[in-house]
């Protein structure tokens, strides 16, 4: 078997069973607070606690991936991360859950930062897009199941129970990487890291590189701040505010945490598939760059449309935003490890996940912080003209920093 799909079946598969108990929490947690025995106020802390507590150990796990074996770190991170979901099935309170969320935070960032050193260990750039869009079609799947099935699970069982489901399920996708996952780190020679046709860089000077690395990773925090922070974080008000508590669809009645598990699990499902798309075309001509503003624009286009009120737009603009967002997230991994040698992957990771991490921790404080000034709408709004600034600084640096690189075929 190729060594990508030998990496990728278990890792990605564990990966997405690892997300059950956090996108429970992200679909179900608004609307049950009084099960979780915290307040409203609180969302927004424990919804992004496991993020901010990432900004600090993003860098050391990426250090770490550097010096260290990838299973080494990877499966007990996987473990781990079934830890935490049991914790906060068996957690009621602010503090405990709260710990539980912290062990998350530690958890994942051994799983995501691995994760994607690994697919950059067995890939150069003539896949390099392809790959990593087919593992975040993986992280996808996985959000996708755990918006769908926490929120189902959470009506039909009970909120704790089903966040209970959500650890055994995470730790039975632990158990294919532990026993089929190969080690990756230095599994390509020197010489295989560049495509046989690819033409020299012709920026070769420190600070355009500088350059390239500092405006991925602006789109990475822009990204994850709009998409993973607020969005993520307050669909389930948004659709509790335009439906009420439940959805009759003739004689089904659907309860409000069913209808976000549904509407999040279809956005994941389409973001799985642009990822893997939008990365494919990123090796070909279209190339990385020329194709990150459409999907800013996309995304941008996206959350105005959730803003604007009636059922059927909010639906287009959260589909939309998730095509967008898919394929943002390949093209980001990609040209990071186009711009980064083997030897630092690991940090490079870690460096453009912590600053993402910055951007989705912030999401949910700000958007409960806003809200009884700007109102759901005002705060969607918001985030759109957000990822139109994004979109008009990507425009000009391209025009005045990247021009002489046109002729690159990648990049």
């Given at each position: 078997?190729?060594?990508?799909?030998?990496?990728?079946?278990?890792?990605?598969?564990?990966?997405?069973?690892?997300?059950?108990?956090d996108a429970t929490l992200y679909t179900v947690l608004p609307t049950h607070t009084a099960e979780a025995g915290i307040t409203l106020a609180s969302v927004g802390v424990i919804l992004a606690v496991n993020r901010a507590i990432r900004i600090l150990l993003n860098g050391p796990a990426g250090l770490a991936y550097d010096r260290f074996p990838r299973r080494r770190l990877l499966i007990p991170s996987l473990f781990i991360g079934a830890l935490s979901t049991a914790i906060c099935g068996l957690a009621r309170g602010f503090w405990p859950l709260l710990a539980g969320r912290l062990l998350w935070g530690l958890a994942w960032s051994g799983i995501w930062i691995g994760g994607n050193t690994a697919i950059l260990d067995v890939t150069d750039e003539r896949n390099r897009g392809r790959w990593t869009g087919l593992y975040q079609a993986w992280f996808f799947v996985g959000?996708?199941?755990?918006?769908?099935?926490?929120?189902v699970l959470t009506d039909w069982l009970g909120y704790h129970q089903a966040l209970l489901v959500g650890a055994v399920v995470s730790a039975a996708g632990a158990l294919p990487a532990l026993f089929a996952l190969p080690e990756t780190k230095e599994a390509l020679p020197p010489a295989?890291?560049?495509?046989?046709?690819?033409?020299p860089r012709p920026e070769t000077n420190a600070v355009a590189h500088r350059g390239e690395m500092a405006m991925v990773i602006a789109v990475q925090a822009v990204n994850r701040f709009v998409m993973a922070g607020v969005m993520a974080a307050t669909l389930s008000l948004l659709l509790l505010d335009r439906l009420g508590d439940s959805l009759t669809l003739g004689r089904l009645t659907l309860g409000v945490a069913t209808v976000t598990g549904l509407l999040l699990a279809a956005r994941m499902l389409l973001a799985m598939a642009s990822a893997p798309v939008m990365g494919s075309l990123s090796d070909a001509e279209a190339g990385r760059w020329r194709l990150m503003p459409w999907t800013l624009l996309a995304a941008a286009v996206g959350m105005a449309l959730l803003a604007c009120g009636p059922p059927l737009l909010l639906v287009i603009g959260a589909l939309l935003g998730a095509v967008a967002s898919g394929g943002l997230q390949a093209l980001?991994?990609?040209?990071?490890?186009?711009?980064?040698?083997?030897?630092?992957?690991?940090?490079?990771?870690g460096l453009l996940y912590t600053l993402g991490d910055m951007g989705s921790a912030?999401?949910?404080?700000?958007?409960?912080?806003?809200?009884?000034?700007?109102?759901?709408?005002?705060?969607?709004?918001?985030?759109?003209?957000?990822?139109?600034?994004?979109?008009?600084?990507?425009?000009?640096?391209?025009?005045?920093?990247?021009?002489?690189?046109?002729?690159?075929?990648?990049?």
């Open positions: 078997m190729e060594v990508g799909k030998r990496v990728l079946l278990p890792l990605g598969l564990g990966t997405a069973l690892s997300l059950m108990g959000g996708a199941l755990g918006f769908l099935f926490g929120g295989a890291s560049k495509r046989p046709d690819a033409k980001i991994v990609a040209l990071t490890g186009d711009l980064t040698p083997a030897s630092r992957r690991g940090r490079s990771v912030a999401g949910p404080l700000l958007a409960y912080a806003l809200l009884p000034y700007l109102g759901l709408a005002g705060v969607y709004f918001l985030c759109a003209g957000l990822l139109l600034l994004t979109l008009i600084l990507l425009c000009c640096w391209m025009a005045a920093w990247r021009a002489p690189a046109r002729s690159r075929h990648f990049v």
